[in-house]
């Protein structure tokens, strides 16, 4: 058992008193609203719009979300939704802002504008990468401040590794966010029945409401990539949704989360009429996170990445913590050292996407070869007894054949444990880390290519 933080106290707004019961029914009232005008939109009822919410813990589970949303409401703080996902999830194929996390969040806008509440969903997704190695780094790629963390890998990730892992990495995290899976795996089911509970665990799957409206909705009828033509967006693909798919599931995914806040705000309107609700000290808004994680299921993680939090720098777009480029020695800079696109013609298409379509994502690495030079690091606020990792796309893993590492200027290429490994049409990806000659505080790690035709194709440097 890996002992946790205790708790995670955030202030209250000061510029916002607490809610009376004239913005309690103004609240109320944005909701109907909101609810209406999607219903209407797709000729539907609530019903059927409500399929496929499932919260695997039972209600215990579904009211830690209303809690939470009852505490934003109650404090005027913040409630973050983060997504992380693949290319479908990014936009690809339409406009980055007809992706459904943006969707979502621009139906809900006006809900917790009312509220008063610092409402956001956060698109973090990127093409062709899975949850790995992104979710260990989840506080510096998603967000610290995240109430809820999505996972929407459903085309490129399907084992119990890598998706214990993503929940458990949350779980670590400062505010302890719920995690929310776009598809129910199996492994959530049969193996990871003891995050139900802790997770506040909840699938969000659209596809039953969709197919059974599909037939007989104009708003579903007749899709294509792009609200408006002509459509300039790179991956048009049949694997990836249209916009009136991905306007849909953005839509489905608002009324979840409104149903929620719907009660969250009937609760406070209750509080009120029974003498008040609770002031902003009160013991009820205290985020706390979980004393202890239990031993984790797959046995991969039970090595340390399995159950500890990290801080880390990387090359990947989008992300909200330090690029990996932050953390270069300033006196010798990259030194012959590229940032590089996978490819030519990855490069061509995220340029396109980027330019003409608004998409945030990107997946360059930082690559030597036997003719670059020394690349140093600068690796801040390591802890007592920590150990620092790197990962990225390696033609080898035999790195005494081809590079020198170096941890505080001591070779460690026969010091590496390896982590997961991810591989997809669109990354390959492995992590190493070691212990040895790290030291309490800052560190410098290097890394240069000594011989060969190798290269090193750097991503992500990982600490605690």
């Not at 509440?117 to 790995?132: D, E, H, I, K, T």
């Not at 990290?310 to 913590?321: D, E, F």
């Not at 600068?378 to 620092?388: A, E, F, H, L, T």
Request: charged letters at 20%; a neutral charge; one cysteine or more.
């Amino acid at each position: 058992m890996r002992v946790l933080a205790a708790l995670c106290v955030v202030a209250l707004d000061a510029a916002r008193g607490a809610p009376d019961a004239a913005q309690v029914a103004r609240v109320q009232q944005q909701i109907a609203d909101t609810r209406r005008e999607i219903l209407e939109l797709y000729g539907a009822d609530l019903d059927g719009l409500s399929e496929g919410v499932v919260f695997p813990g039972g209600p215990q589970g579904r009211q830690q979300l209303v809690e939470r949303f009852l505490r934003a409401f109650a404090l005027g703080d913040s409630f973050v939704i983060a997504v992380g996902g693949m290319s479908d999830v990014a936009g690809h194929g339409n406009y980055f802002e007809e992706a459904y996390p943006n969707v979502c969040g621009d139906a809900l806008r006006p809900v917790f504008e009312a509220a008063g509440v610092r409402f956001q969903v956060r698109n973090m997704a990127m093409g062709g990468v899975p949850s790995f190695p992104n979710s260990v780094c989840m506080a510096d790629n998603f967000g610290g401040d995240a109430d809820v963390v999505v996972w929407d890998f459903r085309m490129v990730e399907r084992d119990v590794h890598k998706g214990e892992l993503f929940i458990r990495q949350a779980l670590l995290m400062p505010r302890a966010p719920f995690v929310m899976y776009k598809r129910y795996q199996s492994y959530l089911r049969k193996d990871l029945k003891y995050a139900w509970e802790p997770a506040g665990l909840h699938v969000v799957d659209e596809m039953a409401a969709y197919n059974k409206l599909k037939k007989r909705s104009p708003a579903l009828q007749n899709d294509r990539f792009c609200a408006k033509d002509p459509c300039p967006c790179p991956g048009q693909v049949r694997w990836h949704a249209g916009f009136k798919l991905q306007r849909f599931r953005g839509h489905h995914m608002a009324l979840a989360y409104l149903d929620l806040f719907a009660d969250a705000v009937a609760t406070y309107g209750a509080l009120l009429a029974d003498g008040g609700a609770p002031g902003p000290d009160d013991a009820r808004w205290t985020i706390r996170r979980r004393p202890t994680l239990p031993e984790p299921f797959s046995k991969p993680l039970q090595a340390a990445f399995g159950s500890t939090a990290y801080r880390c720098a990387m090359t990947w777009q989008p992300r909200v913590g330090r690029g990996l480029l932050d953390l270069v020695d300033p006196q010798l800079g990259i030194n012959g050292w590229e940032l590089r696109h996978p490819s030519e013609r990855t490069k061509k298409v995220t340029e396109q996407g980027q330019g003409a379509c608004h998409y945030r994502d990107e997946k360059r690495s930082l690559v030597g070869n036997a003719k670059s030079h020394w690349v140093f690091f600068n690796v801040p606020g390591v802890r007592d007894g920590g150990s620092i990792a790197f990962c990225g796309d390696f033609a080898s893993r035999k790195f005494q054949d081809y590079a020198l590492i170096v941890v505080n200027q001591e070779e460690v290429m026969g010091e590496l444990e390896p982590w997961l490994e991810s591989k997809t049409l669109g990354v390959a990806s492995a992590c190493f880390s070691t212990s040895h000659n790290v030291v309490e505080g800052d560190n410098v790690v290097g890394f240069r290519v000594v011989s060969g035709d190798l290269s090193l194709a750097l991503t992500h440097l990982v600490w605690t």
